[in-house]
Structures are given as C-alpha cells and as structure tokens.
C-alpha cells in the first residue's frame, strides 16, 4: 500500500512501505524527512559521505543537529572504492574512538557504494546498530538503498561480504538528482528498465515514450519511474526479504553484469553492466525459446534509446564463465540464471548448456 503525505510545506512527498519493514520516501525537497527515520533513543549519528558530496552529507548534518543530535561527519572514496574491507575497517575505528553504542545510527548520503557500505559498517557495528539510507542517485533510491542487501567487494568478486540489515528508512529526495551526471541517470535507468522487464511493463512504455525526459533530473516522468522501481522491488523484497528464492529476480542481468564489472577492475558503472547483463539473459531466454524475437529486439531497442551499451567485447567469455560461477545464485557447479519466460514474467533457468551460453554471448558481441 503507498500513503501521499499529502502537502508538507507545499511539497508533496509520498511514502512507500517494504511491507513491514521500512518506509521509503520520496519527494522534492524532503532532506528534513532523516530525522523522523531514527528510532528513538539515538542520541548520535555518524553521517558517512563520499569525498565528493560533503555539501549534501552537510545539510543532512545541519537538519540532524538542529533536532538535538550529536553529528559527525565521515568521508568515504567515490565509487567501487568504498566497498572494501579497509574502508569498513577505518568506519568501524572512528565508531570505536567515538564509543557509539547501540543507541547511536549510521546515516548513509551517497550512491549505491556508499549505501552497501555504510549499512554493512551498521549491520555489524555492536552486531547491528540502526541506519538511515539517503540515496544521491538515481540507482540507489530505485535500488541500492531499498531492501536491506549490504556489502562490500573482495580480490575474488562483487559482493562476495556483506549482510541483510533492514535500514530504519530511506529518503529520496529527487533534487539532489540536479548535479548527478547524466551518465549516473542513464546508468540508473538500467535499474529501473529492470523492473519493467520482470514485473510493470508500463516502466518500459514510459520510457519508450521519451527516453529524453526518463534522463532529465526534473522530469515529472523521472519521478513515476522512481516511484514504480520502488514499488517493484518493495513487493518482492516483503515477500522475500532473505532471498530464498523470490528475491532473485532483481538479479536479472546481474550474473553476467557483476563478472563484467569485476573483470573491468570496476571502471565500468554497474548500472552499465547490468544493461549488457540483461541482454545476454534476454539472449539466454531465446536460445532457449521463452523469449520471442520482439521481447528480444526490445531489450535492445529500449536500452538504447536512453543510452544504455546492449554489447560487449568479443574472446572474454571465459574469464566471464570463471567469474560467475561465486555468483550466489550458483548451487555447486550449477549456474543459475533469472531469465523471462515472456514479459514480466521471470524464471530461472539452470545449469545451461555451454553451447547456449556461448551462443548467447557470441550474439552480445555481435
Ligand atoms: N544493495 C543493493 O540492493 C544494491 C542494488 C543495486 C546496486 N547496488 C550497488 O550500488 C553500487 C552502484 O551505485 P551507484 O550507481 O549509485 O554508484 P556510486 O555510488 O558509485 O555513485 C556514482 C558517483 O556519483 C557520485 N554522486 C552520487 N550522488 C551524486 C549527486 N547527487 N550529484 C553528483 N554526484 C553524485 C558518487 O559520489 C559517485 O562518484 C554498486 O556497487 C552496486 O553493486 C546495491
Ligand atoms: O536487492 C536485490 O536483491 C538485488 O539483487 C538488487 C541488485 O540490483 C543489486 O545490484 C544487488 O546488490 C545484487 O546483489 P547480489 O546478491 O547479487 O550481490
Ligand atoms: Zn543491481
């Protein structure tokens, strides 16, 4: 069920739940929302921030201190960088000379990287202390901030540790959006065509409508789009939050994407490797006849109409291949992939012939 807050201070700011276990909001101007997500009692917040937002994490600082509580700034690398035990292990010393107890929060401003960071550093802080997700991309507010996964990268692979820890909320406030680069809409498209192709098609019509304006910080149709991705994943993630078996449709076109990444030394944007992931499943699904030509043709056509690559380098796929078997949806030596078997409707398809998957590929390079 999703509430309107109805008007708050001539701003309409609407509120989805993740079942019971958080609510997410999203609105313009609704920084002031973070204090309310803390659960009462805490006294003290450690607001982590990438190097580069330090403008945003100060005016979530300000709005936190001027209801009492006591801030403390801490800055992060950008991107992939933050995921790394060394930076988890510094997060965890500046909580430990801070002495913060299970009364005191995380606060997360910042992308997807900053997010899995950060509620991994809560989730294991004392065991688990609350944190509050205040996405600044387009990627983390339909996604990455929603649901509660948590992590961090290891040498072997893309988050090979972290955690389930439900965040006591999150806020999206969409005009942090004006300074992200257009590049990290496009690649947070990717996420939102995503729930169109496993659950609400009516995504992928409003897109295929004006991909120009899906793109633009300030487009009304931005905000649908938000809200209809976290309504997609909020469903799935109440009725699974554990990923026993539902869950692992939001992980369509992230068996092959997480291996892109990871062998591109992470300078390519997940949003992008997941795009390229989604057109090999799309393949997958064909080869294997649950996807028909027109479903195929619109993987491709829609994901590049906002900009998204639908290719990938030809003689990589068994560095590919080695990569997805940490996948954690492989059980044993048996690969698994989330495939459609027609428009929102996705299955999983197991342990597929090499030929398949080779044939798959060699249609993704072209
Ligand atoms: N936990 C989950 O469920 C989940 C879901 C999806 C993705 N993820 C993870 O999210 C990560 C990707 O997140 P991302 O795409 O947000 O990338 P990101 O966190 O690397 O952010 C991209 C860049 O944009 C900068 N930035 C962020 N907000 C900005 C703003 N408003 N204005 C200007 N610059 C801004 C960041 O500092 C960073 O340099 C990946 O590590 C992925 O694995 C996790
Ligand atoms: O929330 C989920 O579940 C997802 O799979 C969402 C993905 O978009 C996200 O990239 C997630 O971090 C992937 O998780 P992983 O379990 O494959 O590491
Ligand atoms: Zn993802």
């Known amino acids: 069920m999703t509430a309107h807050d109805g008007e708050d201070g001539g701003r309409a700011a609407l509120t989805i739940p993740v079942g019971s276990l958080h609510d997410v909001v999203v609105g313009r101007g609704v920084l002031d929302r973070v204090a309310g997500m803390l659960p009462p009692g805490v ?43 060394h930076v988890a292990a510094r997060l965890w010393a500046v909580l430990g000379e801070l002495a913060f107890t299970r009364t005191d929060a995380v606060v997360a401003v910042g992308g997807g990287t900053v997010t899995d960071l950060a509620g991994f550093v809560a989730a294991t802080w004392l065991r688990g202390v609350s944190v509050v997700h205040v996405p600044t991309t387009l ?51 990717a996420e939102v065509l995503k729930c ?39 469903e799935v993630v109440a009725a699974d939050l554990r990923e026993s078996f539902l869950r692992e449709i939001l992980n369509y076109g992230h068996t092959l994407g997480h291996a892109v990444e990871q062998l591109e030394g992470y300078r390519r944007r997940h949003g992008e490797a997941v795009a390229i992931g989604m057109v090999f499943a799309a393949e997958l699904g064909h080869a294997t006849g649950t996807v028909d030509d027109a479903l195929l043709a619109r993987h491709r056509s829609v994901l ?63």
């Open 139 to 189: 990627l983390a507010m339909v996604d990455a901030a929603v649901g509660g996964k948590t992590g961090i990268n290891t040498a072997e692979g893309k988050n090979l540790v972290g955690a389930f820890h439900t965040p006591a909320g999150v806020v999206c406030d969409l005009d942090v959006l004006r300074t992200l680069p257009h590049a990290d809409v496009v690649a947070g498209l």
């Open 196 to 234: 169109g192709f496993i659950a609400d098609p009516r995504i992928l019509e409003l897109v295929e409508a004006d991909p120009g304006a899906a793109t633009r910080w300030d487009a009304p149709v931005l905000a649908e789009l938000v809200e209809r991705a976290v309504r997609v994943k909020a």
């Open 304 to 366: 590049a109409a906002v900009g998204l690559p639908t290719t990938y380098a030809p003689g990589r796929f068994d560095d590919l291949l080695a990569v997805m078997a940490r996948d954690k949806k492989s059980r044993g030596a048996t690969l698994r992939f989330v495939v459609l078997d027609g428009l929102a409707n996705p299955v999983r398809l197991e342990g597929p012939d090499d030929r398949v998957l080779r044939g798959a590929y060699a249609a993704l390079t072209g």
């Open 43 to 85: 006294a003290r917040v450690m607001v982590v921030h990438p190097q580069g937002l330090e403008t945003y994490a100060r005016t979530v600082a300000d709005l936190l201190a001027a209801t009492g509580l006591t801030v403390h700034l801490a800055a992060v690398e950008e991107a992939e960088a933050a995921k790394d035990v």
